[in-house]
């Protein structure tokens, strides 16, 4: 792996996932815990952010009304129903955690469903930098994890996902999905592996 050729996308690092007065905090705490995905996601950024990886956010926003969503089911109707991830509320900000970082992450609007790739720019946005691996990281493993993996392998990237810096519903969830699953379509490994596939470039 190449610095100059990976991007690290940021999925649902939000208040109302990884904050403890988020509204759906307590869909992915468990998980988040044992894994320790917040400290671990830190240190990935600090030992990435003087490289020449691409890193980027892509936040889920929806308007006060949910006007975007139309006849919602599973996770999207019930983000509508406990108004999560509403435009301009503490709850759809990124956490605190990652602003250290804010000058060194760029932010793709537009996601508004599960898949990273659909209604953004990303994809354009890789190509544009020639970048050939894909990182990801974030919640929910299951769904938008798992979907943005899946559409980056079939638009011809590489694909890893970081298993401690990732969140599910559950813990068997995350073990399940870790290696049953990705592994049918992506390279898993933690946070310190990828550090050390790219060790030439990373000081870690």
Do not use: W
Request: glycine share 6%.
């Amino acid at each position: 792996m190449k610095s100059h050729k990976t991007a690290l996308i940021l999925i649902g690092y939000q208040n109302d996932y990884f904050s403890p007065n988020g509204i759906l905090y307590g869909v992915i705490e468990e998980s988040s815990k044992v894994t320790n995905v917040i400290a671990n996601t830190v240190h990935l950024l600090q030992c990435l952010a003087s490289t020449a990886t691409l890193i980027i956010t892509t936040p889920i926003f929806f308007t006060s009304n949910y006007e975007e969503l139309i006849e919602p089911i599973g996770i999207l109707n019930t983000i509508k129903e406990v108004n999560a991830f509403q435009m301009g509320t503490p709850g759809s900000e990124t956490i605190e955690e990652l602003y250290p970082f804010k000058d060194r992450i760029m932010e793709v609007p537009g996601k508004r469903g599960f898949n990273a790739f659909i209604n953004t720019n990303l994809d354009e946005i890789l190509k544009e930098k020639g970048i050939t691996d894909v990182v990801l990281a974030g919640a929910v493993t299951s769904i938008c994890i798992d979907s943005t993996g899946r559409s980056a392998h079939e638009k011809g990237y590489r694909v890893i996902i970081i298993s401690d810096c990732t969140s599910a519903r559950t813990v068997f969830e995350q073990g399940f999905y870790c290696s049953s699953i990705f592994p049918l379509y992506a390279e898993v490994m933690t946070h310190t592996e990828l550090l050390s596939h790219l060790a030439s470039s990373v000081p870690v």
